[in-house]
DNA sequence: CGCTATAGAATGAACGTTCATTCCGCGAGG
DNA sequence: CCTCGCGGAATGAACGTTCATTCTATAGCG
């Protein structure tokens, strides 16, 4: 079994549970089955660790949202796919989204490695919209603007459904994306 | 000079400059110019004192978003006036901004009390949006779906600016009231 | 045997909290 | 007007605990 991964997963789960404030390295031992010292011969310190951790996620996510990402398909297509797939990737792992929460409110992570998070979604995200504006069916704002709108709603939303499940909020994944998109869409 | 109010004061400057991963008492004692134990005869626990300061500004952000609010304003125009108070809040108080982040972050404090923190501004919406519906012009979705969205997008883009002052995101308060309002809002 | 990988005890720094002491403002007594 | 004595507020050194990290003894393998 491959430690180095036994490990981050195990990091993954403390910090998703007791947050960034009270992971010490002993519980995160004990999650890893493994012995406080192994640690330290995969990651030189903790801050190491969870930058991977960091930069695993990123990737694990953008992965999952870019599958099946075709160019073929159409604009609001595309949007919706990549989009869809954020939001379902958050609903059906809780765990991961509360990690990427922790992660994301850290001063700790530097700023620069934070805009590095979802860097291939978030620059396929921008390819689109400027293709979007050239066809005239989205705002003209500035891209980035437009994706942290994207970005903040459903994340947002699945957070919310994730602490609030008492709400019993069960909409239907389009709608959401339909939220979305009319934010961003020019009204005619 | 009241210590209390110094003490809650520093409490917020060290969360938001350090996060609430490392913000230990005697650092916030050194912030307020203030001996270790003097924050013990204001509060009991640095739980508390933690619990206090949230509360502390979920009141300042209600209040100020709700400053001339008055009902004889049309549906648009007071969703106008509450969220663009927010969002212009969140622009000019960078710490308060960082702050509030860190503690909606934070495990530690129990859901109830974050379900609390904007409580009247939020019910406030809660019913600025069951009258939209009556009149129909906003989407026949749940209430706190439609406030998450509002909520997370503008919340969101102030971070953004504030984390990345480099994209030179100035756009104007009323094209992300629009951004947040053709969200929710019906198509005809 | 050596060599690597491992567990967990050891270590010292840093933490939240406590407490014996000091400080300060003020009313009483001279 | 000064001085003393008092009580609550404030202090910061000290305490026990917990933390990240290092060290050490050992087990497994060629």
Redesign the interface.
Known sequence: MDKREQILAATAAVIA??????CPMAKIAKAADVGAGTIYRYFATKEVLIEELHAFLAQEISQHCLTDYGVKLSVRQRFDHMWGRFYEFMRQNNEKL?LL??L?????LC?AA??ETLRSIHSETLALFDEAKSSGVI?D??N??LA??T???L???AK?QQ??PH?D?K?QVQ??LD??W????K?Q
């Open positions: 549970e007791y947050g960034l404030e009270s509360r929460e922790q994301q409110a850290s001063p700790a700023s934070r805009e705002k704002l500035p980035e603007l942290t709108v970005f903040g709603s994340f947002n939303i919310k602490q609030c709400l909020l909409p709608d959401l939220l979305c009319d934010a961003i869409a009204r």
